[in-house]
Structures are given as C-alpha cells and as structure tokens.
C-alpha cells in the first residue's frame, strides 16, 4: 500500500483511523498496536514470536496471532479483543468468561484472553464442537500454569449452557 497514509482499523465496534508513521510504524504488529497505542490491555504478549498463543484476537471473524500480524495488514478489517465480549449495554461478562470464573479456568490469567477468543471463533464457526475439536482449536494456545483441565471443564459447560455465541 504504497500511497496509503492511514490505517482503518474498527476494534470491538468503536472506529479508529491511524496516521502511518505517527500513530503505525509499518513494523508495528497489530498486538502492539491494540495494547500501546489503543490501550487495549487485556491482549496479552507473552512469546512475541507465534508460538504461545496469549495474543490471539478476532480478525474478521478468524482467530489469528496478534503477535505476528502486521497492522498495516489489517487496514478495513473488524477486530474483536477479549474487552469486546461482554455485553457494551449492560456490561455483563460473556457466558465463556463467566463459565471460566465459576470453573476457575485460569491460575494466573496470562493465557486467558488468548484461550478464550480462540475458543470464541472455534465456537462461532461450530457452535457444538467435541472435545477433540475444541482440544485441536486450542492446541497452540499454551498455559505455563496447567489449567487446561478446567478450561475444558469451564468451555463444555458454556455449550452445554447455551447462549455463547
Ligand atoms: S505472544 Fe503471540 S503467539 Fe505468543
Ligand atoms: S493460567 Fe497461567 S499461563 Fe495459563
């Protein structure tokens, strides 16, 4: 995008326009974007590199790595981060995060965001997935502190209880 001077950018539903070099540096990857210079926090960079699976987001409807996606790439599309799944009316928490604090999905929370919008897409896409599906959509997300027990546990509960998408 030779002649191109900002990026469009809409993350979870509010619009933003950014000004290439000033706002994005062409090198700047969308997970830098969303925590640095939007204050999108709850992305978590932990690897950098694509191999853990903390920064994943929503990009037009696709689970992807923040990490290793370039925000000059991203120019019109729609992002979704782990703040823009509870309810923008009422505030309350999406029943995947819910089902994760009633089954203690998490013990320091890193991975969280990132297991969460992968399970978000897988589920979006296959609203009744088995477990193997949902243990192969989550096979690059990793958890140092061994959770993945409960995170299946707290995702089961959330298809068994409907209302998840
Ligand atoms: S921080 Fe992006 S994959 Fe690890
Ligand atoms: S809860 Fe600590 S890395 Fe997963």
């Known amino acids: ?11 979870n ?12 540096l062409p ?27 903390a920064c994943t987001v929503i990009l037009n409807g696709q689970a992807v790595l923040s990490c290793t996606t370039l925000t000059v790439e991203c120019d019109g599309m729609s ?3 782990i703040e823009g799944l509870e309810d923008p009316k ?5 029943p995947l995060q819910q089902a994760f604090i009633d089954h203690t999905a998490f ?28 243990k192969q959509a989550l096979a690059g997300n990793y958890c140092r502190c061994i959770s993945h027990y409960e995170v299946l546990k707290a995702i ?4 068994q209880g409907g209302k998840h998408g």
């Open 79 to 81: 992002v979704t981060t």
């Open 107 to 134: 013990q320091c929370g890193f991975c969280t965001p990132g297991i969460i919008m992968t399970t978000k897409a897988l589920l979006d896409e296959n609203p009744n997935p088995t477990e193997d599906e949902i």
């Open 13 to 24: 539903g509010k619009p933003y326009e950014l000004l290439i070099g000033k706002d994005v």
């Open 156 to 159: 089961m509960a959330a298809i």
């Open 90 to 94: 009422t505030g309350q928490l999406h």
């Open 1 to 11: 995008m030779p002649d191109k001077k900002n990026i469009n950018l809409v993350v």
């Open 27 to 53: 090198s700047d990857t969308l997970a830098q974007t969303l925590r640095d210079t939007l204050g999108y926090l709850g992305t978590k960079i932990a690897c950098d590199r694509g191999a853990c699976g």
